[in-house]
């Protein structure tokens, strides 16, 4: 999904597109070349420098920056199709990108295009690519940031100004990112080819030695400088002013210096490490200081002796050993040394062979020691690879040495690997594959590369030879030997051997090849010195004892003590070999190429060079590369690759197939988006015409992929919860069992517990009635609780209850310490009880009164117990009666009423008896009419004398008195008063208590009771103990009362 901000810039970059076709398979005259290169031209000027010719990107440099390297369109690139967007050097990067991360198959991106072209600049564009897009992680970015990093690293030290290219690469390189499974960047690996070392000591006007030592001097850090011995004046070292160019415009030495030392740490190089690595730059801008004269006998001597003391200093190595190396070679004969002292031009020589050698194996300790902070982690299983191969660039310069050679050998090489893998095979492939094809013609320049590297009659093989072979051999007979050879071969010439006209260009010393890209011509000189690249013996003995840790790890004792047993190795046959190596690198990935192009040779911005840009397309056949896509097919795929990955949309093939993968693919082709002429099916491989067609079928592919994503993710939830719920089940059912058992264990206890309990309580059944023993104690016990559990609900709940639940004998003791307890506590209840009730308080105070009075004293005492004491004996009407006579008329107003009931009163005299009311007042005992209410006797208790009743079950009573009462001046002195009542010991306590006059109760024990009558007369009452109750008057005028025990008060003869 784009975003509206990627849409608005794919909108201009679509708009912009326009211009010209983006992809020159579209041109209407493809055959054209005017029309090819107008196209670029137009392009070009609207800053456009991508087109496509088919999956091949064309880059035109544009010497200068254009706003097209951004996040922003690197977002844009990402998860697209190619044709999609816009050419552009992303999409390449991401077309290789996906293809690692859907197919895990290993890429590779080709640039090839001359010096100046672009190609470093676009190796670094895809590296920020893939820097952008890929996901950021801790591990990845440290990973990223190491393969960026490399960059300015190795241009300092492998990059010059050159008059082609101010940042010249003078090695080659081919950089491998490596992705994990994921698609994340997790290493890398860095192969060096063949570093244009001649550059050290010497370079042509306007050129510059490798940038890392204009850097040291332009660092600008005095302490560096000092410690290096350095002077910051390019000017005074003889090796960095050859070209006469120190500073150029387009470069800040001092900036590059600053930026390099920091990708130097991200690169784990560490500062000592660093120190080092300068210091062996700073000894080989000392060495090229040495100037040498030439003594009388021929041999060399230096000229100055600073430059060799410096270096020995900075090297760590002896300064006499050092200078023997430089001016005498050492050589073995049959085991003697023999030591020869070197003329001037050979000590020049060694000089200059020893700063090269040193630098050379340099860089390749500095690409190794980035090798080992970018190699992907053991831990990780390294998936696919992509190649970035920068390597220099064809070139011809005004003077081309042995360097130029190879490099343009390794130029030829490439075009032929884009030859093979492009133009040839894939007509080959058509043909093979039984496809209609009609052949496009084009330059093959294998013969080229066979001029240069056949064995055993290549050029180099030829130059090896000459190397290696005894006697005097020179450039010259290496030349004459190449005369002879290929005199008449179409792409090679020689002064011997062209025609007059060509040999007025061609001086005796140069030989000339027709490369693929143009003619170059090579000055011989040196041809063999370089190739045997030869630095003596003793020479690498100084550097490998020397003390600084890079100088010696660059010529380890091991290699220089094998040194005199093998072939040397010339330096074309090294090339040749490492050439051939990467070729097998490069043909065994999936290859996409980018072609850059020069616009002009003046690295000038706006300049569009139409003859150099033809003579660049013509040579890099990119014309015979658009007739052979219009004519081709643009994707091809062995039957079985295309099979299976596509045999899911077919119901027919999928998801089980038997047949053949062809049998396959031509069922399954019906069920793709393509019509009859869009593919064809081959002998092995289905080719598929436009790149269109095969979006459509991915697109369909992914469509149902997400389907069958969808399918896998059901099922596989399906079968994880389904895993899950087997899981929770089995533990359910295991908690279950758990629980049950141990519920199971707990009820075995509780049973076993029970069995025991009722062993025990038949145990103690049986021995219940015996001494306290061991089997029946906790019988006992179980007894004694229950029975006092029992108690508890058949407690007495009245202290006048004397019932007691029964007890066992076991409890005896106990049980009548309870009931003690018990009875206690109720009565402790009772009396707090009572505390609150002062009624009952008074009428138990009465009754305990009357307790002591009549305890003992008198029969029938027992029988008044029960009933309470009342203040009342009236009947309702009576009282309202007492109310309306007595209270009204009798009683004094503060005088309260504490007694009333009917009562029998027996005259004094004659004992006649009347029924009269007795009512007791706090003040007097009042005796009144029962007809009328009228008062007819009054005791005052002041006056009350005693209260005399009979020892005998009787109910009379006699209230003495010992003063007359007056009242209305009326005098009642009529005598004691004789009293019967149905409730005597009631009336008696309530007389008593109301007057005060406890002490006043007398129980007569005679038997008879003397009472004082009117006039101080006595009268007698006789009780008798007799079977009846009967009152009879005797003999002699006195009552007689007769009263059998347990007679109780005839109350209704009273009441009535
Ligand atoms: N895409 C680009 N945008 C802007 N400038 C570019 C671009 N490509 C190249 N240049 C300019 O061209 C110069 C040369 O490019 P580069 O160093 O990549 O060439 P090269 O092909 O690697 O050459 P050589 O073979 O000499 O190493 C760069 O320094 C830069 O100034
Ligand atoms: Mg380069």
């Known amino acids: 999904m784009l975003t509206t901000n990627q849409e608005k810039t794919m909108d201009t970059l679509s708009a912009r597109t326009k211009v010209g076709v983006q992809d020159c398979v579209l041109l209407e005259d493809y055959k054209s070349m005017q029309a090819f290169v107008d196209n670029l031209q137009k392009r070009f000027r609207e800053d456009l420098i991508y087109t496509y010719i088919g999956p091949v990107l064309i880059s035109v440099n544009p010497y200068r920056t254009l706003n097209i390297y951004n996040d922003r369109i690197v977002a844009l690139y990402q998860n697209v199709g190619f044709y999609e967007v816009p050419p552009h050097i992303y999409a390449i990067a991401n077309t290789a990108y996906r293809s690692i991360v859907t197919e895990f198959r290993d890429q590779c991106v080709l640039i090839s295009g001359e010096s100046g072209a672009g190609k470093t600049e676009a190796t670094k564009k895809i590296l920020h690519y893939i820097a952008a897009s890929c996901p950021h992680t801790v591990k990845v970015d440290q990973v990223k940031k190491r393969l960026l990093q490399s960059n300015p690293i190795l241009e300092a030290f492998g990059n010059a100004k050159t008059t082609r290219n101010d940042n010249s690469s003078r090695f080659g390189k081919y950089m491998d990112i490596q992705f994990s499974i994921k698609g994340h960047p997790v290493g890398g690996h860095i192969l060096n080819y063949l570093l244009e070392k001649s550059r050290i000591v010497n370079q042509t006007t306007g050129e510059r030695n490798f940038h890392i030592f204009y850097q040291l001097l332009a660092s600008g850090d005095r302490k560096l400088l000092d410690h290096l011995r350095l002077h910051k004046d390019p000017n005074s070292y003889a090796i960095l002013c050859k070209g006469q160019c120190i500073s150029v415009n387009t470069i800040d030495d001092a900036a590059e210096f600053g930026e390099m030392r920091k990708a130097m740490e991200i690169c784990e190089i560490k500062e000592s490490d660093q120190m080092e690595l300068f210091t062996v730059v700073a000894a080989v801008m000392h060495l090229g200081n040495m100037k040498f004269a030439s003594e009388r006998g021929g041999s060399a001597d230096v000229m100055n002796k600073v430059p060799v003391e410096i270096v020995s200093q900075l090297l760590g190595c002896k300064e006499e050993k050092l200078l023997r190396g430089l001016l005498n070679r050492t050589i073995d004969v049959r085991g003697e040394k023999v030591v020869t002292p070197l003329t001037k031009e050979q000590a020049i020589h060694a000089r200059d062979a020893l700063a090269k050698g040193i630098y050379d194996r340099l860089f390749s300790w500095l690409v190794k020691r980035i090798n080992d902070s970018l190699g992907a982690k053991e831990d990780e299983e390294v998936k696919p690879v992509m190649g970035l191969l920068d390597i220099y660039g064809f070139e011809v310069f005004l003077h081309n040495s042995f360097e130029q050679f190879c490099i343009n050998y390794c130029n030829e090489k490439l075009q032929q690997l884009f030859i093979t893998l492009t133009l040839k095979s894939e007509q080959d492939e058509y043909i093979n594959e039984g496809i209609e094809w009609e052949p496009v013609q084009f330059f093959n320049n294998k013969i080229i590369c066979d001029l240069i590297d056949a064995k055993p009659v290549g050029i180099m093989a030829i130059l090896d030879e000459e190397c290696l072979r005894p006697g005097d051999a020179t450039d010259f007979t290496f030349l004459e030997k190449l005369a002879d050879t290929f005199g008449t071969h179409p792409h090679f010439v020689c002064h011997a051997t062209a025609e007059y006209q060509i040999r007025r260009t061609l001086k005796q010393d140069e030989f000339r090849i027709l490369h693929y890209a143009g003619d170059v011509t090579y000055k011989l000189r040196g041809f063999m010195d370089k190739n045997n690249d030869l630095l003596f013996r003793n020479l690498k003995e100084v550097i490998s004892e020397s003390k600084n840790r890079v100088s010696s790890d660059c010529f380890p004792k091991e290699e220089i003590c094998a040194d005199n047993k093998k072939r040397p190795v010339t330096a074309g046959s090294q090339f040749r070999t490492s050439l051939a190596e990467l070729m097998d690198i490069l043909m065994s990935k999936q290859p996409c190429y980018v072609r850059c192009i020069k616009p002009n040779n003046n690295k000038r911005a706006y300049t569009f060079d139409e003859r150099l840009v033809r003579h660049q397309v013509t040579y890099l056949g990119l014309l015979e590369n658009v007739r052979l896509r219009r004519a081709g097919f643009a994707y091809r795929r062995p039957y079985e690759v295309f099979f299976r990955r596509y045999k899911c949309l077919s119901k027919e093939t999928w998801p089980v197939f038997h047949g053949t993968a062809r049998h396959g693919t031509q069922l399954l082709v019906k069920y793709l988006p393509m019509k009859e002429d869009d593919f064809r099916l081959g002998e092995t491989k289905i080719f598929i015409r436009l790149p269109e067609t095969l979006f459509a079928i991915e697109d369909v592919l992914q469509e149902s992929r997400n389907r069958f994503a969808s399918i896998i993710q059901c099922c596989f939830r399906a079968y994880y919860y389904r895993q899950k719920f087997l899981k929770m089940k089995w533990a359910a059912v295991i908690i279950a069992a758990h629980w049950r ?139 309202i009666m007492l109310n309306n006579v007595f209270i009204a008329n009798v009683k004094q107003r503060k005088e309260a009423i504490r007694y009333v009931s009917q009562v029998l009163k027996y005259n004094r005299n004659g004992y006649g008896s009347r029924r009269r009311i007795l009512v007791v007042t706090d003040k007097a005992s009042y005796i009144l009419s029962r007809y009328n209410y009228k008062l007819r006797d009054k005791i005052f208790h002041k006056n009350l004398k005693a209260i005399t009743t009979s020892e005998l079950s009787d109910d009379f009573f006699v209230l003495h008195t010992n003063s007359s009462e007056r009242n209305n001046n009326r005098i009642y002195n009529k005598g004691d008063i004789i009293l019967r009542s149905g409730h005597v010991i009631e009336a008696i306590v309530k007389i008593a208590v109301a007057a005060k006059k406890l002490r006043a109760v007398e129980i007569a024990r005679e038997g008879s009771i003397t009472h004082n009558m009117i006039n101080g007369k006595q009268g007698l009452i006789e009780f008798i103990r007799g079977s009846k109750h009967h009152v009879t008057i005797g003999k002699a005028g006195e009552l007689r009362v007769v009263a059998p025990t347990g007679y109780t008060s005839d109350r209704e003869a009273i009441y009535i």
Not at 762 to 784: D, Q, S, T, W, Y
Not at 798 to 810: I, K, M, N, V
Not at 816 to 843: E, P, V, W
Request: proline share 5%.
């Open 741 to 879: 058992s141990y519920l199971a264990r707990q009820e075995l206890k509780r049973r076993k517990r029970a069995a025991l309990c009722i062993r025990k309580f038949v145990k103690g059944f049986i021995n219940r009635h015996n001494e306290l023993c061991p089997e029946n104690k906790a019988f006992i016990h179980h007894m004694r609780i229950n029975y006092i559990r029992r108690l508890r609900d058949r407690l007495p709940t009245s202290f006048l209850d004397d019932a007691w639940p029964p007890t066992h004998p076991f409890m005896e003791t106990t049980a009548r310490l309870l009931q003690k307890m018990h009875r206690k506590n109720l009565i402790r209840k009772y009396c707090l009880q009572l505390k609150k009730d002062r009624k009952r308080m008074r009428q138990l105070e009465q009754k305990l009164i009357a307790h002591e009075l009549f305890k003992g004293n008198k029969e029938g005492y027992e029988n008044s117990i029960p009933e309470p004491f009342r203040t009342s004996r009236l009947s309702k009407s009576q009282e």
